[in-house]
């Protein structure tokens, strides 16, 4: 029986071997494909930009840019729709079955046999000066559940406590703001170990990370933000608003500040955009999408970047809805300061559902941030 277990053993790793190259090659399919998703909405959001502020010959010869880009684009997805393959996966029998015990040393041969498909593609208009193309895996929220990862306890060194924002670095690790504490960001290793304080110029409400080396901080009460430099904790550059500066998020080379309604700069401290939605503390921006919430109301509100609204949910359980974060399938989490509860919202905004979090020791979480690479979310 052992050398029959240890066959079967061998021929399971050498279909998993099988299975990882396959499922390799369509992941790699994948990625381009949602690549050319954030391409073409960002060409979207352009025409929709020249659409409002552009003259007409500008609006002419812009989107006449975009079309070529857009025809290139499309060109490329049905390249790699075309070249999606279809795996057939047989098992060959070893011929000397009959003498198995004795004669061979593993059960058969795992062959892959690949045959090219040929998906539809429906095309649109060629003279079209805006094209939708949707290539995205939708998950619907039913299948959400949480499952606890670890805890550790942030050491505010006697000042009160008010940890109003926290966010994910590169290398795993939380940098976490305390808006009733020190003029510090505080962060953490992964397991819970502090590794250092990052001084500021004020008391920090709430943080986004630009890229490896750089973060920007918003101070609550103040009407400024700082871009600091995370290598030797300068400021690269203040940006200045009319009002408060509370929620930030960080999304394709702009600042989505929630300061009164939304100002949206770019990271030189030019304002591109204010967005007059009502007033509120946070905020979250995808590549196409804003989110945040309005406490007063208990909504949770989605919006294109032009601040057209695409949907709006209630959820009576969000007495006090703070910290917003959203998944890569556009589902949105937003923590109540109020209650023991993290609710998850569907990307299409028709469905929400609480998750009770009280049993992991989480009280009155404030603000939380996504994982995307691990797919774990971070609540304080």
Known sequence: MKKLDDLEEKLLFELETQHGKCKSELS??????????????????????????????QLFLGTRQINKTVFKEVKSVKAGIKSVSNYEVNLQ?????????????????????????????????????????????????????????????????????????????????????????????MEYSEDGKHIRDIPCSDKPFDLTVIDNDRIAVTYGDSKYVNILNLKNTAVEKKVKCDENCYGISYQDNKLFIRSGGIVI????????????????????????????????????????MTGEEIWVRKVKSLVDP?????????????????????????????????????????????????????????CV
């Open 93 to 185: 029998l070893h011929t000397s079955i009959m003498a198995l015990m004795n004669q061979v040393d593993q059960l058969g041969n795992i062959h892959v046999k690949k045959n090219i498909t040929s998906l539809p593609f429906k095309e649109a208009k060629e003279d079209q000066a805006q094209i939708q193309l949707r290539v995205a895996e939708m998950r619907t929220i039913k299948n959400i559940r949480l499952k606890f990862k670890k805890r550790f306890e942030v050491n505010t060194k006697g000042f009160l406590t008010y940890l109003s924002g926290c966010t994910m670095l590169s290398n795993d690790h939380v940098l976490i703001a305390n808006y009733r504490g020190r003029k510090v960001l």
């Open 265 to 304: 700069t770019n990271i030189t401290g030019k304002v591109l955009k204010t967005l007059r939605v009502e007033s509120g503390r946070y905020s979250e921006s995808t590549n196409d999408r804003i989110y945040f919430t309005v406490g007063r109301d208990h909504t949770v509100h989605c919006i294109f």
């Open 322 to 378: 703070r910290g917003i974060t959203v998944d890569d399938h556009q589902n949105v989490y937003v923590t109540c300061g109020y209650s023991n509860f993290l609710t998850v919202i569907q990307h299409d905004g028709k469905s929400s559902k609480t998750l009770p979090t009280k049993s992991h020791g989480l009280h009155k979480p404030i603000s939380a941030t996504l994982q995307q690479k691990q797919k774990y979310i971070t």
């Open 28 to 57: 790699k399919l994948l990625n381009r494909l949602k690549n050319s998703e954030r391409n073409l909405n960002s060409l979207k959001e352009q025409t929709s930009q020249l659409k409002s502020f552009a003259s007409d010959i």
